[in-house]
């Protein structure tokens, strides 16, 4: 199995920025399709973005434009640049592989990393 562990969350202001990674252990990811997802209180966990083993990306609607997900195959890590942020990305962020065909998550969940955005 492959362990994920999420960094990079904090407190910003609406319009700053923030650099999420997502570091794997136990296996590589490089073969795998990642993705990261989000999750605010009282709220389903929805989609974000999402990579594919060979470097496709793609983004829900709300952050496109404005979040860009990469990764680093060397280190092992993914991660996820999040710019113009506003109070509404406010959520507890994780990563996961993913089904490119439904964008849904498929191994266990990691413990996240909280975003707030204030106003």
């Known amino acids: 199995q492959v362990q994920l562990v999420e960094s990079g969350g904090g407190l910003v202001q609406a319009g700053g920025s923030l650099r999420l990674s997502c570091a794997a252990s136990g296996r590589t990811f490089s073969s795998y399709s990642m993705g990261w997802f989000r999750q605010a209180p009282g709220k389903e966990r929805d989609f974000v973005a999402a990579?594919?083993?060979?470097?496709?990306?793609y983004y829900s609607d709300s952050v496109k434009g404005r979040f860009t997900i990469s990764r680093d195959n060397a280190k092992n890590t993914l991660y996820l640049q999040m710019n113009v942020l506003k109070p509404e990305d406010t959520a507890v962020y994780y990563c996961?592989?993913?089904?490119?065909?439904?964008?849904?998550?498929?191994?266990?969940w990691g413990q996240g990393t909280q975003v707030t955005v204030s106003s």
């Open positions: 996961n592989t993913v089904h490119l065909s439904t964008m849904s998550p498929v191994g266990s």
């Open positions: 990579l594919s083993w060979s470097g496709r990306t």
